[in-house]
């Protein structure tokens, strides 16, 4: 079955520090992999995205995510954190069929410290 | 912005009453999704659309229906709506990047 994980519900961290955001997939094929983030009471916006090829790939916002198909791991990374980046991040696995279906995971709470 | 909006944008509601929550795009895509949004469930599909009058289920389609007549209009209907349907309710549109562009969301409460 297809599912994505985001192991860590809460994530707080010193304005400056680095950042990492787990998340791991199941699929059976070579998945389609997103982030996306949430400020409160907004909407979805896409950080970044996967679909083939170098396997580190760049978003907007200064973050990175890194595929691991031994791993099934799609992390999220930014090396030095700003007080705007807490929102909530959320990790999404699809892949090349007809309907686009995309699974979310439970979404990670990012706090940051001043 | 990607030329899709909610309407509307918060609603409260009685239980046992129809709801119709509205989703419309300027951009022409194929492809509508309506998710829902709740605490430590994260987003879950509710139904979704590949075309004009082509629509099907998604993951928790209990309970709600849908309908796409034009390719820029996809509506969501709470048939009779329950406490358990209290949600966020959010529509998506898939551009030919791959990645979904959201809505602004519903906040349906029902009471």
């Known amino acids: 079955a297809q599912s994505v994980t985001q192991p860590d519900i809460h994530i707080t961290v010193s304005e400056g520090a680095s950042l990492e955001l787990r998340c791991n997939y199941s699929?059976?094929?070579?998945?389609?992999l997103f982030w996306y983030v949430q400020s409160p009471g907004q909407g979805l916006q896409l950080l970044l995205k996967?679909?083939?090829?170098?396997?580190l790939v760049q978003g907007i916002k200064g973050f990175e995510a890194e595929f691991k198909r031994s791993q099934s791991s799609f992390n999220l990374r930014k090396p030095s954190v700003h007080w705007s980046d807490a929102a909530e991040y959320f990790c999404?696995?699809?892949?090349?069929?007809?309907?686009?279906?995309?699974?979310f995971g439970t979404g990670t709470r990012l706090k940051v410290l001043a | 912005d990607a030329g899709i909006t909610q309407s509307p944008r918060h609603k409260v509601t009685e239980t046992g009453t129809p709801v119709t929550l509205r989703c419309h795009q300027t951009?022409?895509?194929?492809?509508m999704y309506w998710y829902r949004q709740d605490p430590g469930h994260g987003l879950r599909l509710i139904h979704y659309?590949?075309?004009?009058?082509?629509?099907d289920k998604g993951e928790v389609s209990d309970g709600y229906s849908v309908s796409r007549s034009k390719t820029e209009d996809f509506l969501l209907t709470l048939e009779s709506a329950t406490s358990s349907q209290t949600s966020v309710y959010f529509c998506?549109?898939?551009?030919?990047?791959?990645?979904?562009?959201f809505g602004s969301g519903t906040r349906l409460t029902v009471v």
């Open positions: 699929y059976g094929a070579t998945p389609y």
């Open positions: 659309s590949y075309g004009v009058k082509d629509t």
């Open positions: 999404a696995v699809g892949g090349p069929s007809g309907t686009y279906k995309y699974i």
């Open positions: 996967y679909f083939s090829g170098d396997t």
């Open positions: 951009e022409n895509h194929r492809y």
């Open positions: 998506a549109i898939r551009p030919e990047h791959y990645g979904y562009t």
